[in-house]
Structures are given as C-alpha cells and as structure tokens.
C-alpha cells in the first residue's frame, strides 16, 4: 500500500525567506505526484503535479517541486515567501487501484504560516 | 465555469442523529469523490463515482454511511446514525473522467456532540 509522509506539521518561515516543505511517499509502482494547497475555509487547489518527464516542475506562483525517486521524495520549495502562502499545503501521490479507479493518498498536511 | 458546490457549509448534530450532505460537480464531470478531512489529517477518499456507478467504495464505513449519484450528476452522503468520531470535514470532488485532475469543493464542515 502506498503511504505519503510530511515531515513537519507547521512551518513559520519570515516573508521573503526560503522554505521547503518536506514530502516523502512509499509506493512499489509507478506513481503521479501532487501537492495541493488548502486556504482558510477553502476546498484545496492543485498547486503542481509530476506525471513523468523533467523531475522538477513549477507552480504559476513561484512554487516548484522536485521528483526525486532514489530518495522517494517530493520535496516543495519557494525561494521567497509571500504573506499570501500562508496555507496549509498537502502532498499527495496517484496510484492505479484498478477496475478503472485512481486512487489519490494524501499526507497529514503542512501548516505554512508566514510571519511580516 | 462553476466550481464543485456543497452544502450546506456547516452543520452541528448530536450522536446518533442522521445528516445528509449534498454535492453538484462541475458541469460535465464524469466522476466524482467524496472524502473525509478529521483534524490534523489529510483527506481519505470514501467513495467514487463514475457516472451513476460506484467505482471504489472500500473505505466507506457501510454500516452508517450511504452515498448515491442516481442522475450522474448530483450526490448526496449520508450519515446514519452519526458518531462522535464522524466529525470531520466532508470534501467532494470531480474530475472530467477517471483519469483526470481533481477539482475539489469547499467541503461541509460536521460536528458530532
């Protein structure tokens, strides 16, 4: 079965400073990785996603994530924080369950809080 | 174009009582997913649909909670009776066909007393 694991629950970072939020998943198969970001009251969002190709991909935002399949990690990464990415953001990875069903696992969430 | 709609936002019940939440996805989605949010976790997935069929309900706690899609669009889940453990929010969301991105509602937030 597969399993995503977030390393940190909350993250204070200063505006304008670097963050990384952390993403390791398991998984015996190929897999689709997502990150998702949830605002207050909100449904959540598709920040950016791997399906296969270039292992680093980039949100409109200024978000970008890198597949990195020796480690199994998915790590996210934003060189300077705005005080409007204050979310709580959720890695997630796809797998086939079959009888035409995709399955989406999600991690415990990271709660970004960026402090003025 | 709308986004998936749920309602109703908020809702506070006392164990044992039934609830029903309700769920319009986007205009032409195939599929659609209900998951459940408990605090401090991320979303689990219950059930899917694909059209009126059920594709994946294996982690629907049948004993207690119903969901159904009789016309291919709208859908209700049901709790009955409901828990204390049930609290949680309830996320639905659609996606074009079983393959394709996953657009998700506000969500409808329980509260189980």
């Known amino acids: 079965a597969q399993s995503v694991t977030q390393l940190d629950s909350q993250v204070p970072v200063f505006e304008e400073a670097p963050v990384e939020l952390r993403c390791n998943y398991s998984?015996?198969?190929?897999?689709?990785l997502f990150w998702y970001v949830q605002y207050p009251n909100q449904g959540l969002q598709l920040l950016l996603k791997?399906?296969?190709?270039?292992?680093l991909v980039e949100s409109i935002n200024g978000f970008e994530a890198e597949f990195n399949k020796s480690q199994t990690s998915f790590h996210l990464r934003k060189p300077s924080v705005h005080i409007s990415d204050t979310a709580e953001y959720f890695c997630?990875?796809?797998?086939?369950?079959?009888?035409?069903?995709?399955?989406?696992?999600f991690g415990k969430g990271t709660k970004l809080s960026v402090i003025p | 174009e709308a986004g998936v709609a749920q309602s109703p936002r908020y809702k506070i019940i006392e164990k044992r009582q039934s609830v029903a939440f309700w769920c319009n996805p986007i205009?032409?989605?195939?599929?659609l997913y209900w998951y459940q949010q408990i605090l401090g976790q991320g979303p689990k997935l219950l059930i899917q649909?694909?059209?009126?069929?059920?594709?994946?309900d294996s982690q629907l706690p049948k004993d207690r909670f119903s969901a159904e899609r009789l016309k291919g669009v709208d859908s209700t889940l049901k709790i009955q009776p409901a828990k204390l453990e049930d609290s949680a929010v309830y996320l639905c969301?659609?996606?074009?066909?079983?393959?394709?991105?996953?657009?998700f509602g506000p969500g409808t937030r329980l509260t189980v007393t």
């Open positions: 969301a659609s996606s074009l066909d079983w393959g394709s991105e996953q657009y």
């Open positions: 998984s015996s198969v190929s897999v689709y």
């Open positions: 791997y399906l296969s190709g270039s292992t």
């Open positions: 997630a990875v796809r797998t086939y369950s079959g009888a035409g069903s995709y399955q989406l696992t």
């Open positions: 205009s032409g989605h195939a599929t």
């Open positions: 649909f694909q059209n009126n069929g059920v594709v994946d």
